[in-house]
């Protein structure tokens, strides 16, 4: 995709090999300019066909933008089972935002079957790669004992801290 000045934006399409990573990069900023309305009208229709596009080809942050869209419901039906497959996808290449949604999708058993041991798996991976999401969620599992932690206020001091850093 191109884009030109003007009164507003003019896409202009043109395609690159599958599977170049640029492309999935391109598809997946295309999504983001029609989820959000930059440069272009917001169409969030248009942003799950650039984000189904570039997350098919394995773009992590085009998978996690999709799971996130199915978690809500936004411009689909929501759909926690997809959502949990796109974020899954995601979570497994190492994407922290995704591995969080993924945690907090444990937690509640939507789309998966709730697993607090497999949710706190997820949290500490994302809170490892500096996730202050994951840092935070953490920070209140040890302090509170949730999903099977104990309370353990070092740990929740040591969380919190690095989620304020």
Same mark, same amino acid.
């Given at each position: 995709?191109?884009?030109?000045?003007?009164?507003?934006?003019?896409?202009?399409?043109?395609?690159?090999?599958?599977?170049?990573?640029?492309?999935?990069?391109? @598809?997946?900023?295309?999504?983001?300019?029609?989820?959000?309305?930059?440069?272009?009208?917001? *169409?969030?229709?248009?942003?799950?066909?650039?984000?189904?596009?570039? =997350? @098919?080809?394995?773009?992590?942050? =085009? %998978?996690?933008?999709?799971?996130?869209?199915? $978690?809500?419901?936004?411009?689909?039906?929501?759909?926690? @089972?997809?959502?949990?497959?796109?974020?899954?996808?995601?979570? @497994? %290449?190492?994407? $922290?935002?995704?591995?969080?949604?993924?945690?907090?999708?444990?937690?509640?058993?939507?789309?998966? /079957?709730? *697993?607090? /041991? /497999?949710?706190?798996? !997820?949290?500490?991976?994302?809170?490892?790669?500096?996730?202050?999401?994951?840092?935070?969620?953490? =920070? $209140?599992?040890? $302090?509170?004992? !949730?999903?099977?932690?104990?309370? *353990?206020?070092?740990?929740?001091?040591? !969380?919190?801290?690095?989620?304020?850093?």
């Amino acid at each position: 995709m191109a884009v030109t000045a003007g009164q507003g934006a003019q896409i202009i399409p043109f395609r690159s090999p599958r599977h170049d990573p640029m492309q999935l990069k391109v @598809e997946y900023l295309m999504g983001v300019m029609y989820e959000y309305g930059y440069g272009v009208e917001s *169409d969030i229709h248009e942003a799950l066909r650039w984000y189904r596009g570039a =997350a @098919e080809q394995g773009l992590a942050q =085009a %998978q996690n933008s999709l799971g996130f869209m199915y $978690s809500l419901g936004l411009g689909v039906g929501r759909d926690s @089972e997809r959502a949990a497959y796109w974020l899954h996808r995601a979570a @497994e %290449q190492g994407h $922290s935002g995704a591995q969080t949604n993924l945690g907090i999708l444990y937690t509640s058993g939507r789309g998966v /079957e709730r *697993d607090e /041991e /497999e949710a706190v798996y !997820w949290f500490r991976s994302a809170a490892r790669s500096g996730n202050r999401q994951a840092q935070e969620l953490l =920070a $209140s599992a040890y $302090s509170r004992g !949730w999903y099977g932690l104990p309370r *353990d206020p070092l740990q929740a001091n040591f !969380w919190r801290q690095r989620a304020t850093g």
